[in-house]
């Protein structure tokens, strides 16, 4: 499955994005999502993560509250509303698919993955 992640942007802190993640090649419905980011200098780190039917989530304790993960399988889209943005939510944000299991945190976890898209919050 290729995975195209949109949405990123400048935003000032306490702003909102929307994050998509378009899918296409193999059934999309039939892979858990996840979102990951990675900042300058760290190590890429779990965001939040969704079953392939939409029912199950999962998220970072930093996240939690403040993003949302959602997926429309008949668009073969997925989403991240991020809400409360603050500056160390600045990073490339990378969606990524999983063929089965849990809604892993782990990146090893993800089989397809897509290019990122930067997030910039400005304080």
């Known amino acids: 499955v290729q995975l195209q992640a949109s949405g990123g942007g400048l935003v000032q802190a306490g702003g909102s994005l929307r994050l998509s993640c378009e899918a296409s090649?193999?059934?999309?419905?039939?892979?858990?999502m996840g979102w990951f980011r990675q900042a300058p200098g760290k190590e890429r780190e779990f965001v939040a993560a969704?079953?392939?039917?939409?029912?199950?989530?999962n998220y970072a304790d930093s996240v939690k509250g403040r993003f949302t993960i959602s997926r429309d399988n008949a668009k073969n889209t997925g989403y991240l509303q991020m809400n409360s943005l603050n500056s160390e939510d600045t990073a490339i944000y990378y969606c990524?698919?999983?063929?089965?299991?849990?809604?892993?945190?782990?990146?090893?976890?993800?089989?397809?993955w897509g290019q990122g898209t930067l997030v910039t919050v400005s304080s």
């Open positions: 990524a698919a999983a063929a089965a299991g849990s809604l892993s945190g782990f990146p090893t976890s993800y089989n397809y």
């Open positions: 090649g193999r059934t999309f419905s039939s892979y858990n």
């Open positions: 969704i079953s392939w039917t939409g029912g199950r989530m």
